[in-house]
Nanobody, 120 residues
């Protein structure tokens, strides 16, 4: 199993970023997927999940209306479009196998993460 996140960077408040996660080593199309973030000194925070075939999406209240999760099963890629970024969005973002209630099972096999820094 390999998950490789990319797309992070430093942006000003109100800016946008698009994160991507390239997945391999498992059946991506049949796996719910999740984005989780971890700010310095804090525990993992669930951000968003997307189901496998129907691509039903779920969002934390803190990002609802600003972030959009999507997937391309043909390319085994998970994405997170982040708009109107806030200072509190600063964190390392990880893509993780599993849905909102099951991603913790797969947490230890997460990718290396991508740093998102929102700063003026």
């Amino acid at each position: 199993v390999q998950l490789v996140e990319s797309g992070g960077g430093k942006v000003q408040p109100g800016g946008s970023l698009r994160l991507s996660c390239a997945a391999s080593g498992f059946s991506f199309a049949t796996q719910d997927m999740t984005w989780v973030r971890q700010a310095p000194g804090k525990g993992p925070e669930w951000v968003s999940s997307i189901s496998d075939a129907l691509a039903i999406t779920y969002y934390a209240d803190s990002v609802k209306g600003r972030f959009t999760i999507s997937r391309d099963n043909d390319k085994s890629t998970l994405s997170l479009e982040m708009n109107r970024l806030k200072l509190d969005d600063t964190a390392v973002y990880y893509c993780v196998r599993g849905g909102r209630r099951t991603y913790s099972i797969y947490w230890s096999s997460r990718g290396q993460g991508t740093q998102v820094t929102v700063s003026s």
